[in-house]
């Protein structure tokens, strides 16, 4: 125990021989600036509940929250406010702002008390009002306290929970089997598929249970990464291709981009989602503190090796080819044809350049007594 804390523990206990925690709002304030998990435990009546949780869960709640504030190097510093709502029964119930004194991580806590002004009760507030923009970073990333119904002190289990509960478990157990080890393409598919029509009947948002939600965390992540496991044979076929063409023939790589600028475009996120671009090895297919479970690069060689490829090109040829498009200074990111404009295909075309007018160039050609013979057949439309 740390000075601070024994110093803060001393000044909870008084009258006499007797021993009374002070349960008033600064003390209990006070402990979570300083993130004391310790002091909370002694100063928070056993009997309490908090957000509707026993003491031991909230606690664990706010312990994740102060490790994340801790990785920051961060220290809190507190702030009152209110409930903002209207439309909630704690419309401007007091609370305080917890807030990040560098990194802007913050999260609140409506702060109840008894006619004796000591703590009755603690809970987060979706729409706590506090001089927000003046006292939080506005980058800094919000904190949740998140209580799920069978967190509660008084939840009851019923039969459909039971069911729920079970078969979260023994999906995320089946997948645990993994731990640490490096899952094949094959067992992940498998995976997927076993638990398809379960992930199908869970809500997108309202997720009531602990362990179900922790199961859609892990089987949406892994379907994004089947994505990509999927788009990677295309990714094969366009590689191929793209090195059987001659390299200098600009037609040919025109051609090539704009054949695959979908691909491109639904690979957007594979590095940031997966890949370490320092290595070029594939980061883990699941990411949260139960499993640690990596897939072999080799599945998405060929993504990998496509988009490094597109980038490179696309970009410059879209930038050499681009026209001035009449007022596109207000274009937003959320207009109907707002694609098009951001297409290279589109661009050539406003160019009189269509690509499937346009033949390959390849390298077997380049040896074949045809080439260069374009009476043949072979049509390479020039650009204005």
């Excluded at 645990?176 to 076993?194: A, G, M, R, V």
């Excluded at 638990?195 to 809500?203: A, E, H, L, M, T």
């Excluded at 191929?240 to 979908?262: I, P, Q, S, V």
């Amino acid at each position: 125990m740390t000075p601070e804390q024994q110093k803060l523990i001393q000044q909870l206990l008084h009258l006499g021989d007797v021993k009374v925690f002070n349960r008033k709002k600064e003390t209990i304030v006070q402990a979570i600036t300083a993130m004391d998990l310790v002091s909370l435990e002694l100063i928070l009546d056993e009997n309490l509940t908090c957000q509707d949780a026993t003491k031991e869960i909230f606690l664990n709640k706010l312990n994740e929250i102060f490790d994340e504030v801790k990785k920051s190097k961060d220290t809190l510093q507190s702030y009152s406010g209110k409930c903002g709502s209207k439309d909630c029964s704690n419309h401007n119930k007091n609370g305080m702002l917890f807030c990040g004194r560098n990194s802007g991580k913050h999260f609140n806590l409506i702060i109840e008390e008894d006619d004796n002004e000591n703590v009755k009760d603690l809970y987060y507030c979706n729409v706590f009002k506090c001089n927000f923009e003046d006292k939080v970073n506005k980058k800094g990333k919000p904190l949740k306290i998140l209580i799920y119904e069978d967190e509660k002190a008084n939840f009851n289990p019923s039969s459909h929970y039971n069911y729920i509960n079970a078969t979260s478990l023994k999906a995320i157990s089946d997948l645990s089997n993994f731990k640490y080890e490096t899952i094949s393409k094959n067992e992940l598919l498998d995976w997927l598929q076993e638990y398809f029509d379960f992930y199908g009947s869970k809500p997108i948002f309202d997720f009531r249970y602990k362990n179900e939600h922790n199961f859609y965390k892990i089987y949406r992540r892994a379907v994004d990464l089947k994505k990509y496991l999927t788009l990677d044979e295309d990714c094969a076929k366009a590689m191929r291709l793209y090195d059987t063409l001659l390299e200098e023939n600009e037609m040919n790589l025109l051609k090539w981009l704009a054949e695959h600028e979908h691909l491109k475009d639904e690979l957007m996120l594979l590095c940031p989602d997966f890949v370490d671009e320092n290595t070029d090895r594939l980061q883990k297919v699941i990411v949260n503190q139960e499993l640690n479970i990596s897939i072999d690069v080799v599945y998405l060689k060929n993504c990998i090796r496509f988009q490094n490829t597109i980038d490179r090109h696309y970009y410059v040829m879209f930038n050499k080819f681009k026209v001035t498009i009449e007022g596109e200074e207000n274009f937003s990111p959320f207009d109907d044809d707002i694609e098009k404009h951001i297409s290279l295909k589109y661009h050539l075309e406003q160019r009189n350049v269509f690509v499937n007018e346009i033949n390959y160039k390849t390298k077997l050609e380049k040896n074949s007594f045809l080439y260069g013979n374009d009476d043949f057949g072979f049509l390479e439309k020039g650009l204005n």
